[in-house]
């Protein structure tokens, strides 16, 4: 974000930078605790900042959702960005300028391995609810051996671990009801794995199946899928390079800065 702001006349600064200011600044990016305190009037955004922007995070559930409401309503924020496409009619409902920029990952952590990794298929995760645990169990009693998975890693550890593996099983969660994206899916790619993923409309937005990435629809045929690829490794590999190609050309935390800068500048 830094990068991409740098060389402007105006200054942007970044939620953590909230408290306490006493000076104006041109624009502010605001989520998560420093929202809730400007809902409370702990922080008086109309005060401090002269463009106000709500970056939506990650949310759980209904309550999330209208929590998120709340805080929007609060402030007269000049844009909404959300980070998924899941929920962007009700929050077009709540504000009149809202936008999804898709997430991203940094490719100075997220990079390929200089060789294939010895490990087979990774994950990197928790696994509260969503059935992923059941999954996952089922593929390591399926394959014995070949299946890793590890979590409360920090990006630095968690892209040395996905290195380890060929293929990068991932299966993102439901969120009122309906299924997204989620990090993993540019941080596995960025590593340069082929992506196993479970099949969503907005992954098939950025993500060609067969081309970029493999999706699967059920238990039956995500175990296919992974004993398949874990077998044919050209084919592996092929997909696993045009997915990591795309993933560093067009969905870099710098491309989608910039995108969040495109739209900013048209309303500033």
């Not at 709340?70 to 998924?84: C, D, G, N, T």
């Not at 898709?102 to 490719?107: A, K, L, Q, T, V």
Request: charged content about 30%; hydrophobic content about 40%.
């Amino acid at each position: 974000m830094a990068e991409v702001w740098a060389g402007n006349s105006f200054r942007v600064i970044k939620p953590a930078e909230l408290r306490g200011m006493s000076e104006k600044v041109d624009i502010a990016f605001v989520t998560g605790a420093e929202a809730g305190d400007a809902m409370r009037r702990i922080v008086r955004l109309e005060d401090i900042a002269r463009f106000r922007i709500y970056v939506a995070g990650w949310r759980r559930g209904k309550k999330d959702l209208e929590n998120q409401f709340r805080e929007i309503k609060a402030v007269p924020y000049h844009l909404v960005f959300l980070s998924e496409g899941i929920g962007f009619e009700e929050y077009q409902r709540v504000h009149p300028r809202v936008f999804w920029v898709e997430r991203g990952f940094d490719p100075s952590v997220f990079y390929p391995a200089e060789k294939p990794g010895d490990r087979t298929i990774v994950f990197v995760g928790n696994t509260d609810g969503f059935g992923r645990l059941d999954r996952l169990q089922m593929l390591l009693s399926e394959l014995p051996g070949r299946v890793h998975w590890d979590y409360g890693l920090n990006h630095a550890a968690m892209a040395e671990f996905l290195r380890s593996g060929v293929i990068g099983w991932n299966q993102i969660q439901y969120v009122e009801g309906k299924v997204g994206t989620n990090y993993r899916v540019w941080e596995v790619l960025g590593c340069g794995l082929l992506y196993l993923g479970n099949r969503t409309r907005h992954c098939e937005m950025f993500l060609k199946d067969q081309e970029h990435v493999i999706y699967w629809d059920n238990d039956a045929d995500l175990l296919d899928k992974a004993r398949y690829y874990l077998d044919h490794d050209e084919e592996r590999s092929r997909i696993a390079d045009a997915g990591c190609e795309l993933a560093h050309e067009s969905h870099t935390w710098k491309h989608h800065a910039l995108e969040m800068k495109t739209i900013v500048e048209k309303y500033l």
